[in-house]
């Protein structure tokens, strides 16, 4: 049975590419000897203690979360709890707005650009113009008398348990400790053992940035209790607890002061429970002390050995639905943050499955029906003022922390978005009511915990109407995948409010009479004219033609709002088209401008939303518009930041070039060392495998994910395609599980880069045409029902 730990439960419980692998050193393959592993387990490990956030381990399960650094004389444990952000409910539309826009509308369409930019900047931002940071709740600190110098130290993540381990021999005494967040229990655990008795001596204390005081609750529990900060001008309005309690199996166990200190013990178990008063975005009246009280009673009626058979269970129910082979090598034996070198060399094919699998981890990890939605850093955040605010960046960052969700059979995990999208109409109305004088409702490029929707951070990065717009698609890629008509029908009031926005926004182009939004950008990249403002860029163009599209289409199978479909279409026909340049590229803004904007390598590729995620570019629908994408990526390069990269490896596939969506992947693993000044570089990945930015963003694992998925399987354009971007570095492999568009669960093989096997079943979906290379099959199956092909049938099937 699926287990849905909701908010309202959870408080009602309280109440370049070489093809061929090389041989490894000969002390690569000592390294692999020693480790005794099992090289296919999916499995992050290492030889020594983290030292920097950037090696620690990530644990979560959805609303709690914490970085293990595996110390062995003093253990940090990082925690987070996802509704701890700074400020509260508040209202940051301009007022000005409105009376400004006309005259903003006209500098540009004169071509004015700075002076509409500065008119923006003055009358039309946000007040404040940033919005609210997700804040750290602090550290568990453990601290292990005179365990300095150990040996056979190990730290590993297990991905198929959800687990981080550290071991290590001190003083003849073999150590383990066991880290987990469970989403069954909403408690993180630790367990600490030894193969001796009487051996377990730690004192455990908490610490903070926040406004907060710690105190113990008898012997064993200590408590911290804080209120969030402030930021912006905006009071914090939230109360936080984080309430830790330690279960020892012998000893002795006291407290004094601030710490807890267990000696003698043959074992012992931490639990922590966390909660904020944050019931909504506009609520904050919860009760963290009896939510964190509540958790930790219900916990410590279960035997540990309970609690983690729980939690195994609970984890793999989601994480094993999907398994991949792309191959092995013994690079696969190598400590983890010595096998992107490894990857670089095209050594080791198996790293490129568990990165595949350590994303669909960290969207488990970070997205679970009734938690947020996984911000910029998914749940984990060290910091008080993290990078731009670690909350959520909807001009391409959120939307691709869930492009693996459907495709990689995650649909639960994609429910925090779609609800937050439909708590952005409330607000969103109100910046479109107050700031465009429109029906519907809006959201700029960015919004926080408290579902704000007005332009923030300036002209250049943030007047941006079509964020809220680019959200809804989610909504109807998520009925896409699975048919359900009744979620269908809660988001169509949604869709139909982010449409009437546009229809009541858009207007005419005078020189070629197109219907066009103004003012908007081409997310933060700047043109010609020195800015980013400008009419009509060819990313807003695109997500309107798929919001009015599909809009119309959920009316049809809802059998309601023929009209208001019908006046979609007369409109989506009326939009400025897509554009073909003088240097045969797709353009990104209206004029072809592309040639002459400051940053040809820019880091974004917006106008190739229609290529994906969307799919108005395809390969035999639009051929010459699919070659101007080709020719637009091979002109941006094949350089940028961990996300641009991910991007990248997604439309290369979608191009159906998988040797360069691979060499998109390499660049994407490149290993980022520690140097003198820290972690550093252009794109890549952190040793634990975060992605690099740089700094650490966590949309680049899950856009690598989506990648790797787009180049075994794509369902868009009413087919399914297999092996549509399969490289040569993958010769032989296999997957099962994955999820295709109208309702299918696909499973394959393949061998010497040919297709051997596929088996489809159907889910929800009653009919589909399955491509491969040149030929393509008609299958007709009912709900439950599962047919296999053999490489023959598909490679004899007509075109």
């Known amino acids: ?15 370049a590419l070489p093809a061929v692998s090389r041989s490894l ?33 990530p644990v979560g399960n959805g609303r709690l979360g914490a970085m293990v650094f595996g110390g062995t004389a003093g253990e940090r444990l ?8 700074a400020g509260g409910p508040y209202d940051p539309n301009n007022r000005e707005a409105l009376q400004a826009l006309p005259e903003a509308r006209r500098l540009i369409f004169e071509g004015r650009y700075k002076e509409a930019h500065d008119l923006i900047e003055t009358k039309m931002m946000a007040h404040p113009i940033s919005q609210m940071p997700y804040e750290t709740v602090g550290d568990i600190k453990l601290e292990f008398p005179g365990h300095h110098e150990v040996e056979d130290y190990r730290r590993e993540l297990d991905l198929e348990t959800a687990i981080a381990k550290v071991t290590y021999s001190f003083g003849g005494v073999h150590f383990t400790r066991e880290v987990f967040a469970s989403p069954v229990d909403q408690v993180i655990a630790v367990r600490l053992t030894a193969d001796h008795p009487n051996q377990i001596n730690f004192i455990v204390g908490l610490a903070t940035p926040q406004k907060a005081h710690i105190t113990p609750d008898g012997h064993d529990t200590l408590v911290m209790r804080g209120e ?28 004094e002061k601030e710490r807890i200190a267990v000696t003698n013990a043959d074992s012992a178990t931490l639990l922590i429970a966390m909660a904020t008063s944050y019931k909504s975005y506009k609520d904050t009246s919860g009760d963290p002390e009896s939510l964190t009280k509540a958790c930790l009673t219900s916990a410590l009626k279960k035997p540990f050995e309970n609690l983690r058979a729980d939690h195994i269970r609970e984890h793999q129910r989601l994480f094993n639905r999907v398994t991949i082979d792309l191959g092995i090598t013994e690079a696969a034996g190598l400590p983890t943050d010595q096998r992107p070198a490894k990857f670089l060399e095209g050594a080791d094919p ?9 994303g669909r981890y960290l969207l488990i990890s970070s997205s679970r029906p009734g938690t947020q939605p996984a911000n910029l850093q998914g749940l984990w955040n060290d910091s008080m003022t993290p990078p731009w605010g670690s909350k959520y960046t909807i001009n391409i960052n959120t939307e691709m922390n869930y492009w693996p969700a459907e495709t990689t059979n995650l649909t639960e995990c994609h429910e925090p978005l779609l609800r937050m999208v439909t708590e952005l109409v409330e607000n969103g109305s109100r910046t479109a009511e107050v700031q465009y004088g429109a029906r519907g409702w809006v959201c700029h490029h960015n919004t926080d915990l408290w579902r704000q929707t007005a332009p923030i ?56 009479k197109w219907l066009v939004t103004c003012p908007s950008m081409s997310p933060e990249n700047t043109h010609p004219g020195g800015v980013s403002v400008c009419a009509g860029p060819t990313m807003d163009l695109q997500i309107l033609r798929d919001l009015f599209l599909r809009c119309s289409h959920a009316a049809q199978a809802l059998g309601i709002d023929r009209d208001f479909a019908a006046k979609l279409a007369h409109i989506r026909a009326h939009l400025a088209p897509m554009q073909i340049g003088k240097a045969g590229q797709l353009q990104e803004w209206l004029e072809d401008w592309d040639l002459d904007a400051p940053e040809p390598q820019h880091r974004h590729v917006s106008h190739l939303y ?11 629908d639009t051929p010459d ?22 991007w990248k490896i997604n439309l290369w596939a979608r191009l159906q070039d998988g040797d360069h969506a691979y060499l998109l992947l390499q660049k994407a693993l490149t290993p980022v060392y520690a140097g003198s000044a820290g972690y550093s570089g252009g794109g890549g990945v952190y040793p634990n495998l975060l992605d690099a930015h740089p700094p650490f963003q966590i949309d680049g694992n899950f856009g690598a994910t989506s990648g790797i998925a787009e180049m075994l399987l794509q369902s868009h354009g009413g087919e399914i395609h297999l092996l549509p971007a399969l490289p040569k570095a993958w010769p032989d492999g296999s997957v099962k599980g994955m999820r295709a568009r109208g309702g299918f669960e696909v499973e394959m093989e393949w061998k010497g880069g040919k297709l051997a096997m596929v088996l489809i079943r159907s889910l929800a979906g009653t009919h589909c045409k399955v491509r491969y290379a040149h030929q393509m099959v008609m299958l007709e199956l009912k709900p439950g029902a599962a047919e296999r092909l053999n490489g023959k049938l598909m490679h004899e099937a007509k075109s």
């Open 25 to 57: 050193k000969a002390a690569d393959a000592k390294a692999i000897k020693n480790t005794g592993a099992d090289t296919r387990r999916l499995v992050l490990w290492y030889e020594k203690p983290a030292t920097q956030w950037v090696e620690a381990l």
């Open 78 to 85: 990082q925690l987070n709890e996802d509704t701890l952000y």
């Open 610 to 620: 229609g290529l994906f995620p969307g799919d108005q570019i395809t390969l035999r």
């Open 228 to 255: 969030n900060g402030e930021a912006s001008g905006i009071k914090g309005a939230l109360k936080f607890q984080a309430r830790a309690r330690v279960l020892a199996h012998g000893g002795k166990t006291s407290s």
């Open 457 to 512: 951070d300036g002209p250049l990065w943030g007047f941006w109407p079509a964020g809220g717009a680019w959200l809804c698609m989610h909504l109807w890629s998520h009925y896409e995948f699975t048919g359900d008509r009744k979620f269908l029908a809660r988001i169509y009031p949604v869709m139909k409010g982010a449409a009437q926005f546009f229809i009541d926004t858009l207007v005419e182009e005078p020189k070629r």
């Open 625 to 646: 518009l699919f070659a101007a994408a080709k020719r637009t990526l091979e002109q941006r390069g094949d350089v940028g930041t961990g996300w641009s990269l991910a």
């Open 350 to 358: 198996h790293l490129a499955a568990l990165y595949f699998q350590y």
């Open 1 to 15: 049975m699926a287990y849905q730990f909701t908010r309202r439960k959870f408080i009602a419980f309280a109440g």
